[in-house]
């Protein structure tokens, strides 16, 4: 597949939720993107033609994409599609891969986020990330969560802190499994455990957005659902971006859904349209499990 | 082919398999044996050579202070209206009175009234006694006064000679000719050794004496060994930091582009080079241009460190290395800076690997003896170095004069001790790595 083919399926008309990603349709950045229940909510970041290359092989093609406030968006598409590729252009994480090369604009509020003005430490205070794999730091439950509030002096005196520590715990479930335990280290804890934690230790700096790669791809159902609850339950303070290979995941936990393929961005809209009914075929065949 | 013919394919291949994994077993079970065997033998040599350094015969011999032979002044006292310098100059005379005494003469008198019978003369009976004893007594009465007109019990070491003969070192049936010692001091040895006048007593100043020509017996590894002390503390000092911030530097800031490429080979080649060619660097450098002081401990100490900064380099490098990039990813994706990620989490997960390397690298640098003769450290120095700008040997260097000693059969049980002196310190401090290791992974 050829990296314009996406144009071959141009529908003729586009019911006003659909939004597929023309790239003649974003000339200018829509402020609004329409979710489902038809309640307009303005998008917090908008990326338009990103193209990525590691070294001289292109990984990303032109992706434009709106991402809406306080809602979950999923990346979905086969492995090596660039969808990790795309989240990491989101918080400038591919600035520290070595020949990695990012082009065209993603805004956050607005304001371009490849700026030199704009610092990616604070970037990536406003972006927090939560990993594939589980990386609590070597130290502490509770070292873990304060490092960020501490490093941003968001939280100097001991009792702030602690209170940041608590609340972040309690946000991502963990409090009463670790409450008595905070001196222990973080990497003793449980797989599902440990993500919980990652996530508690991202949302300490209160980002406004959250990134999150394949967050339950090693854990158990159990622990997974626990997870897709409080991503739920973020979503009423943040703006979250998951990538998943689960279609079920996907289905359940984010009202928008964005279908990668071979570096492309081949659709993307409210996530029951896109699975109920895709405009693109290969969409269709990946949803149904055709190829992928 | 049916599951039964699979079967019997693999099992048939199975006991070749286990008999290649057997053999290969025993090559390594027998590669370690013979490497603890050579460093047991190596151990077991120096041990048995080495220990018997530790006791050296002592005479326990009852002085007396004869006010004839010891005539001298009272010790002068401060007077009313003496200036401190005048006082010191007074004092001074009087030692120098103090020394000129004839305490020979008291030694050989307490020989003789150890053993009345003995036909030993002055000079033979003395021979048994090391040369030091009179220096002892002098200072004995430098401090105390009184004691002139005593008899005091004073132990004194006997000479290196006699310390030879009664241990054996000499082979007792050779003819007058080829023994050190004369026929009449052997006997007066002997004699007093049956009748318990000479033990064999732990020998406390091989740590605290200084080396000694004129007195072997006396001789100790104090100098030596606060040299080697002074020199640990510059390499310690220069090489842990300087190291690892290059290492730091290269590994997480540095671009990689040809220019690191040739420093990294560079520092490869540096770890390869032959010790001695430090020596010859730090002549030229330290001494013909900074104009440091010949045979001091700092010159030696920094020699060192230019041999142990690549080892530190190049172990703190892989230590980094080593470390997991989800680590960096996840202090990163919080928005801490690069520093931050890297003073914050990425070396103190490295603090175990440098700290061995470090280690090592010094108990090395300890152990190096080549680039130190360059430097004129194997001058013979007879005191304790103040500061690390005085002159100094060092152990190792120690070992190499003391191993070059004429006196054969005293000193090469001593090369042995001081061997043993060395080795302890190594195994000490990689003792130390050890247990800091295990103290700081249990930690992380
Ligand atoms: N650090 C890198 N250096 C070089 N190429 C890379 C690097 N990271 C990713 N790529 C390439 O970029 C493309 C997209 O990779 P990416 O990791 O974004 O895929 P993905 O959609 O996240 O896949 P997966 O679902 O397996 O995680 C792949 O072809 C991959 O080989
Ligand atoms: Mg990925």
């Known amino acids: 597949m050829t990296t314009n083919a996406r144009t071959e399926a141009t529908p003729m008309h586009m019911p006003a939720e659909r939004i597929v990603p023309q790239s003649d349709l974003y000339e200018t950045p829509s402020s609004t993107v329409r979710t489902p229940d038809a309640e307009p909510r303005p998008a917090r970041i908008v990326a338009r033609k990103v193209n990525v290359f590691y070294g001289a092989k292109q990984a990303l093609f032109d992706v434009s994409i709106d991402i809406p406030e306080r809602a979950v968006t999923a990346f979905i598409g086969p492995s090596g599609c660039g969808k990790s590729t795309f989240l990491r252009c989101l918080n400038r994480m591919n600035d520290t891969i070595e020949g990695c090369r990012v082009t065209g604009t993603i805004r956050l509020d607005g304001a371009d986020i490849a700026d030199p003005a704009l610092d990616p430490v604070e970037l990536r205070a406003r972006v927090g990330m939560v990993f594939q794999k589980p990386n609590p730091f070597p130290k502490s439950i509770y070292e873990n969560v304060a490092y960020g509030p501490r490093i941003h002096g968001l939280a100097r005196a001991r009792a702030d802190l602690d209170a940041v520590v608590e609340s972040s715990l309690r946000k991502a479930g963990l409090w009463g499994e670790v409450k008595d335990r905070l001196n222990e280290p973080g990497t003793g804890l449980s797989g599902g455990q440990q993500q919980r934690l990652c996530i508690a230790r991202a949302i300490a700096v209160s980002p406004e957005v959250i990134l999150m790669d394949e967050p339950c791809s090693a854990l158990d159902p159990i622990a997974t659902a626990r997870i897709e609850e409080l991503i739920d339950e973020l979503t009423q303070n943040f703006t979250i971006v998951i990538v998943t290979h689960s279609m079920q995941q996907a289905a359940r936990v984010s009202q928008r859904t964005a279908f990668f393929h071979l570096g492309n961005l081949v659709e993307e809209g409210p996530t029951d349209m896109i699975f109920t009914g895709p405009l693109e075929k290969r969409t269709q065949d990946y949803i149904t499990g055709r190829f992928g | ?444």
């Open chain 2, 1 to 444: 082919m049916n599951a039964q013919e699979r079967l019997s394919l693999i099992r048939a291949g199975l006991s070749a398999r286990h008999a290649r994994e057997k053999r290969f077993r025993l090559y390594g079970v027998a590669a370690i044996a013979a490497a603890l065997g050579f460093v047991a033998i190596l151990f077991g040599m120096i041990l048995v050579r080495g220990l018997p350094a530790f006791t050296q015969a002592t005479l326990s011999l009852d002085v007396a202070f004869d006010p004839a032979i010891l005539k001298v002044e009272d010790k002068p006292q401060r007077r009313e209206g003496q200036s401190p310098a005048e006082f010191r100059k007074a004092l001074l005379d009087w030692e120098r009175k103090v020394t000129m005494l004839n305490f020979n003469r008291i030694v050989e008198q307490a020989v003789r009234a150890a053993a009345p019978g003995t036909t030993a003369d002055a000079r033979q009976a003395l021979s048994i006694v090391e040369t030091n004893a009179r220096f002892q007594l002098r200072d004995m009465v430098v401090a105390d006064p009184g004691l002139i007109g005593r008899t005091v019990r004073v132990d004194m070491l006997a000479s290196a000679n006699a310390d030879n003969w009664l241990k054996g070192n000499i082979d007792r049936s050779l003819p007058d000719a080829q023994q050190q010692l004369s026929a009449p001091a052997r006997a007066l040895a002997d004699q007093l050794h049956a009748d318990g006048r000479i033990r064999f007593a732990f020998a406390w100043h091989i740590f605290t004496n200084v080396d000694s020509r004129s007195a072997p017996a006396a001789a100790g590894l104090a100098g030596a060994f606060v040299g080697s002390l002074y020199m640990m503390l510059v390499v310690i000092v220069l090489a842990v930091p300087i190291g690892v911030m290059s290492a730091v530097y290269l590994e997480e800031f540095a671009p990689k582009n040809r220019f690191t490429d040739l420093i990294e080979v560079n520092i490869n080649n540096l770890a390869a080079v032959p010790s001695i060619v430090f020596g010859l660097l730090g002549a030229a450098v330290f001494i013909n241009w900074f104009r440091l002081p010949l045979s001091a401990p700092l010159v030696g100490g920094l020699v060192l460190t230019l041999m142990t900064l690549p080892t530190v380099i190049i172990a703190t490098r892989s230590a980094l290395r080593a470390v997991p990039p989800s680590l960096r990813q996840a202090a990163l994706g919080l928005g801490a800076s690069r520093t931050q990620t890297v003073f914050h989490h990425v070396l103190p997960v490295t603090y175990p690997g440098i700290l061995t390397a470090t280690i090592i690298g010094v108990a090395q640098a300890l152990g190096e003896t080549a680039p130190l003769l360059l430097i004129g450290m194997n001058a013979f120095v007879a005191q304790v170095p103040a500061t690390p700008l005085d002159q100094s040997t060092a152990l190792p260097v120690q070992i190499y004069l003391w191993q070059g000693n004429e006196n054969r059969n005293f000193f090469e049980a001593r090369t042995s001790a001081a061997i043993i002196v060395l080795l302890a310190l190594m195994l000490t401090l990689n003792a130390i790595a050890i247990f800091l290791r295990t103290r700081l992974e249990k930690r992380a």
